[in-house]
């Protein structure tokens, strides 16, 4: 290429740079436009959040949430009737949800509030009681009626033309398991009370759930149901070779206040099938330590412990509630139990806990009379088998 030619050069890239320039131009504004058009969608969706926050404000538009507030009028005003005895607050106040007045005081007492009540339920259901495993319902009324058909209703095979054969009538068997009055009675000092940082609700229903859970825990095993729940050890117990309704069958061990592993093999097989799958033991402790180093033929434990946190120990596969009210095992003692608990007892009790404050009773403390109703009752006599530690 020789020199005169570059000027020609030069001067043809001129129009390409220009119009570089001019695309590069072009994006830019472009950009800044899309920019503009961004900030201002977000500007107006801020403002809308804004207006709505507002109304909503404004409004004072219920939580959806549904748990109970902290401040609830009902929490506050038992609160101040804990720490000082001002009942005004409770006076004709409506429980949301119940469609009762908490102005029960001629009745024995003022309902708990709601985070109380479940404290307490939570315990009573956590510890080591029937309560547990058997089934449990909420009634309103002075007792709870049980219908239970212990007969199959009549089938037959039938033919498209021939005539139909009038089958049998089930038999039904009504159980009444009246309501009883279970009772705690903790007490505080007055000064501990007046501090603001002592916690009465959780104090308090953390007494009336331990002193439930005991007394629970021995009337739904041997309670007599004389002003109590009746215990399922407290009916008559016969062979399970002639077991009949309204007796609880039972399985010999064989060995005279002791036990072994064949008679844990029989005392399972006992239990009809349709109870079975639902199956569980009921023994003390002591029972339990006994019954943890049996093994069978094969040299393996009958007894396992739960794989995780919480669960309970397994006998047989079977789950174990070591409920410490059982007898011990002694000659013809009924120490273990099994079955179906959720078929075979039944837990009937009002939803409501009361509270009475008693300022004079035991001064300088305050007495907190704390009643609820409970009831309880076998409601299925083939649900549950016992194990007798004897010959026969």
Same mark, same amino acid.
């Given at each position: ?117 479940? #404290? @307490? ?11 547990? !495993? /058997?089934?449990? %319902?909420?009634?309103? +009324? ?98 399970? #070779? @002639? ?11 064989? !060995? /005279?206040?002791? %036990?072994?592993?064949? +008679? ?129």
């Amino acid at each position: 290429m020789s020199k005169t030619d570059q000027p020609a050069l030069a001067g043809e890239g001129a129009p390409l740079v220009q119009e570089v320039k001019q695309a590069m131009t072009g994006f830019v504004h472009e950009f800044k436009g899309f920019q503009d058009e961004i900030e201002l969608k977000l500007q107006q969706q801020e403002e809308r959040l804004t207006m709505l926050d507002r109304k909503s404000q404004i409004a004072a538009r219920p939580h959806l949430a549904t748990s109970i507030d902290d401040g609830a009028p009902h929490q506050k005003a038992f609160d101040a009737y804990l720490r000082s005895g001002d009942d005004d607050g409770l006076r004709g106040l409506e429980i949301e949800g119940k469609s009762m007045s908490s102005t029960v005081n001629s009745d024995g007492g003022y309902l708990v509030d709601a985070q109380t009540s479940e #404290a @307490v339920k939570s315990v009573l259901y956590s510890s080591a009681s029937i309560r547990s !495993i /058997a089934s449990v %319902v909420n009634v309103e +009324a002075t007792s709870y009626d049980v219908l239970i058909d212990h007969t199959d209703v009549g089938a037959g095979w039938a033919t498209e033309t021939g005539a139909t054969a009038e089958t049998g009538t089930p038999s039904i068997d009504r159980i009444s398991i009246p309501l009883h009055e279970l009772s705690a009675l903790p007490k505080a000092s007055q000064r501990l009370l007046d501090d603001s940082a002592f916690d009465i609700e959780g104090w308090l229903a953390g007494r009336i759930a331990e002193k439930f859970a005991r007394a629970e825990a021995a009337a739904f095993i041997t309670g007599d149901g004389t002003d109590k729940p009746r215990g399922f050890l407290d009916h008559p117990a016969v062979d399970d #070779a @002639v077991w009949t309704w309204g007796n609880l069958g039972y399985v010999p061990t064989g !060995i /005279a206040g002791d %036990v072994d592993g064949d +008679a844990i093999v029989e005392l399972v097989y006992a239990l009809g099938a349709q109870y079975r799958a639902n199956g569980s033991f009921v023994m003390n402790s002591k029972t339990a330590g006994h019954i943890r180093k049996l093994k069978d033929a094969d040299g393996r434990f009958l007894w396992s412990d739960g794989l995780a946190a919480g669960e309970p120990a397994r006998l047989m596969g079977y789950p174990v509630l070591i409920a410490e009210d059982m007898p011990d095992a002694a000659t013809d003692s009924y120490s273990i139990a099994f079955g179906d608990f959720a078929a075979g007892y039944t837990v009937a009790e009002r939803p409501d806990l009361r509270v009475l404050r008693d300022p004079f009773s035991a001064k300088p403390h305050v007495l907190f009379y704390a009643t609820k109703r409970v009831g309880g009752d076998v409601s299925d006599f083939a649900a549950i088998k016992l194990l007798k530690f004897g010959t026969v």
